[in-house]
């Protein structure tokens, strides 16, 4: 019998890849449950590593642009590769090295994985960054890269919320050595957070002035969406900002010892502080999370979420993996291993590339259609044929 | 290591300087280590000095640089109080041997003056030594001099010892122009450098940032249009 359909085998349609500069917390807790990391160990690795990260770029001298990059391509790297595939310490220095790259402040995989080492030892047991013991794990990192740059989707826009935030502050009339000097310190901890994957540069700015103000006790009505500070001018909205404010809260209330800020107040000035923002966000009634346009609108309550910047009491405690893991190759691409059956290609631009799948799918998809036929039983020519 | 090894590593580590970080701060990284023999180490420095090529005594002077900021960095002040007691033997070191010392001049008043900014140098002392190199730049190039009467008649002179000297060192000045590429290249680096203090970065900013503009609202206006995009069409 001849096939039936005519097979048409044409070039693969190859497998897009759209940049995302903003990924939301729906799809970000979607990318943890399907690579299986409990929220106890993606906590610990995420502190662990941008607390990594900050440090060696500050042995480094490396400004904060970089120290900004290289955490959203840590975090980015870490929602699709499986943690017992890579040691953290390991893609925290691919990520440092990416980012030196991108942000034109380059280091050597070599030096950036000297001064680590560097720090954890006495002065007189420090090395130069050309010591052969730096060899393989610099190949490691290199090899990494190529990771870091495919989970980023080759996406090179980076965001630097310093830059507006300290403007605002200024002009908000803070004072620099005192409310200015939090506000800077609590945008390094919003980089513990995942909020700069899913905020906009003035909302992550607008949000730490307004966490800065309320913890120097200062008078919120004049900085929560008026003159300088007001959200229109700055296309964000109270519910994004509220969401990067209670991220934050998050961080301080569950990890408060391994941030900044943190230890410099009890815990208790935290949690009034969020008792505070409950009410208000409950009575405006604003989503927790900012949601797709494709999510069904659930009625989300503010004080029982299942927040991923937070310890989840339900979720079994694995013991957590030691941190010697170190495979001998770098973990295989989640996403270039497509590229074994078809081409993976990486596009900026969404429209486009659902315009091109509609596109593509008409000469693909196969479409059956059933439908009965009246035939006439006659015996004998069946067995004839 | 007993300290007769150790003063043959150094001295080779010395000897092997270039314009490179990382030789820099290896040789660096020694002497701290061993510091028990400061002494002896330093008195290698100054050897060293007064019997290497000019290049070489180029990246010594650097090299001293570096050591300098890092024993401050560790609290090990004995090989700075050593250099400030020898300054002057090594600002003479590195600027003698007649014409090729005068290319290392520049050399010496970089870091005399980097030195200084760091406090380890005093402007007394840092002005007592410009004169000091000042005095040796009198007989200075023909081209960059301006009498021409004193020059004319020593000037055949001068050409031909300038030339038997050039002719000598071409591969000493080739790799002089490296190192020196190497050096300029370092020096762009550390414009974005911040010291490890964020605070140093902060007040950079909010000193030198310029007030808030049409521009940052454009941007404002984008990365709202990036996120919308990315709502619309992205998929939990």
Not at chain 1, 38 to 46: F, G, I, P, T
Not at chain 1, 217 to 241: F, H
Not at chain 1, 326 to 331: G, L, V
Not at chain 2, 67 to 85: A, F, N, W
Request: with cysteine.
């Amino acid at each position: 019998m001849a096939p039936a359909a005519d097979e048409r085998v044409g070039p693969h349609p190859s497998y897009i890849e759209v940049a995302k500069p903003y990924i939301l917390q729906s799809a970000i807790q979607k990318c943890l449950d399907r690579i299986g990391m409990s929220e106890a160990k993606e906590d610990n690795v995420r502190l662990q590593g941008v607390t990594w990260i900050d440090n060696v770029r500050r042995s480094l001298q490396l400004p904060i642009r970089t120290f900004n990059s290289a955490v959203i391509y840590y975090h980015k790297f870490r929602l699709l590769h499986a943690d017992h595939e890579y040691s953290w310490a390991d893609a925290a220095a691919a990520a440092l090295f990416s980012a030196c790259k991108l942000e034109d402040t380059l280091k050597k995989s070599k030096e950036i994985l000297c001064a680590a080492y560097n720090l954890k030892v006495p002065s007189n047991e420090h090395v130069s960054p050309d010591d052969p013991r730096f060899e393989g794990h610099s190949k490691m990192v290199i090899g990494l890269e190529r990771l870091m740059l495919e989970s980023a989707t080759f996406d090179f826009r980076s965001r630097y919320p310093q830059k507006l935030m300290v403007k605002l502050t200024k002009a908000s009339g803070f004072d620099k050595e005192n409310s200015g000097k939090t506000a800077w310190n609590l945008s390094i901890d919003l980089y513990r957070t995942f909020a700069p994957l899913k905020q906009t540069t003035s909302t992550m700015a607008i949000a730490c002035l307004e966490l800065a103000a309320r913890l120097h006790g200062m008078d919120v009505s004049r900085i929560v969406d008026v003159g300088v500070i007001e959200y229109k001018k700055w296309n964000t909205s109270r519910a994004e900002v509220m969401e990067t404010l209670l991220d934050l809260l998050d961080l301080y209330t569950h990890h408060r010892t391994s941030s900044t800020v943190g230890p410099l107040y009890p815990l208790d000035t935290f949690i009034s502080i969020r008792i505070t923002l409950n009410q208000e966000a409950t009575a405006a009634n604003l989503p927790r999370f900012t949601l797709y346009a494709s999510e069904p609108v659930q009625q989300q309550m503010n004080g029982t979420p299942k927040p991923r910047n937070g310890i989840d009491p339900t979720s079994p405690l694995t013991p957590l993996t030691p941190g010697t893991v170190s495979p001998s190759q770098a973990p295989t691409s989640a996403i270039g291993i497509r590229g074994q059956n078809g081409t993976v290609r990486f596009m900026l631009d969404p429209k486009r590339a659902q315009a091109e799948t509609k596109e593509v799918e008409k000469y693909y998809k196969v479409e059956e259609e059933e439908y009965e036929v009246i035939v006439n039983i006659e015996p004998e020519r069946r067995r004839v044929r | 290591m007993d300290p007769f090894e150790v003063r043959m590593r150094f001295t080779s580590l010395l000897t092997h300087l270039s314009a490179s970080h990382t030789s820099l701060q290896k040789a660096a990284i020694f002497a701290l280590k061993n510091r028990e023999m400061d002494e002896d180490l330093h008195s290698c420095i100054l050897e060293q000095l007064e019997r290497n090529s000019m290049n070489s005594r180029a990246n010594i002077m650097f090299f001293i640089e570096h050591l300098c900021d890092m024993s401050v960095k560790e609290g090990h002040m004995e090989y700075v109080r050593m250099v400030q007691r020898d300054v002057l033997r090594i600002v003479e070191g590195v600027v003698g041997g007649g014409q090729e010392g005068k290319a290392n001049v520049k050399v010496v008043r970089k870091v005399l003056h980097a030195l200084q900014s760091r406090s380890i140098l005093l402007p007394a002392t840092v002005s007592e030594l410009e004169d000091v190199l000042n005095a040796r730049d009198l007989p200075s190039h023909p081209a960059l001099s301006n009498s021409t009467n004193n020059n004319n008649n020593s000037n055949s002179n001068i050409k031909s010892q300038r030339n038997g000297a050039l002719r000598l060192d071409k591969r000493q000045i080739e790799q002089r122009i490296e190192e020196d590429r190497e050096r300029h290249k370092r020096l762009r680096e550390s414009i974005w450098a911040v010291p490890g203090e964020a605070e140093e970065e902060l007040d950079r900013l909010w000193e030198e940032g310029s007030e808030i503009a049409e521009d940052d609202y454009v941007a404002g206006r984008e990365d709202l249009e990036e996120r919308r995009q990315g709502i619309e069409f992205g998929v939990a």
